[in-house]
């Protein structure tokens, strides 16, 4: 079992920056893709990003590629999600996700997700 942890959400003005972190135990974590997610009021969850357990290889959804980053550090068991020029549509719930697969799923394990909330 993986157990995740999300940190750093808020209320950030429209232009603004925030790097969410999401802490992984419970496996050896070299051995994880991780994912990142969001979920709108009202509207199914997407998938923003993930990177990858071997090469460290990043994709991302059309919505936030060249203004957000997934960078991970497997001496802190931890991967980031840097998100720069932040526009009011990338408010929601921000998940992190685990899985033995690609950066691109499957994920079985899930954060309780953080708030991230932009001001226009």
């Known amino acids: 079992q993986v157990q995740l942890v999300e940190s750093g959400g808020g209320l950030v003005q429209a232009g603004g920056s925030l790097r969410l972190a999401c802490a992984a135990s419970g496996r050896t974590f070299i051995t994880l893709s991780m994912g990142w997610f969001r979920q709108a009021p009202g509207e199914e969850r997407e998938f923003v990003g993930g990177i990858s357990r071997g090469y460290n290889t990043a994709r991302y959804a059309d919505s936030v590629k060249d203004r957000f980053t997934i960078s991970r550090s497997n001496t802190k068991n931890t991967v980031y999600l840097q998100m720069n020029s932040l526009k009011p549509e990338d408010t929601a719930v921000y998940y992190c996700?685990?899985?033995?697969?690609?950066?691109?799923?499957?994920?079985?394990?899930w954060g309780q997700g953080t708030q991230v909330t932009v001001s226009s």
């Open positions: 996700a685990a899985g033995g697969g690609s950066s691109a799923g499957p994920f079985e394990f």
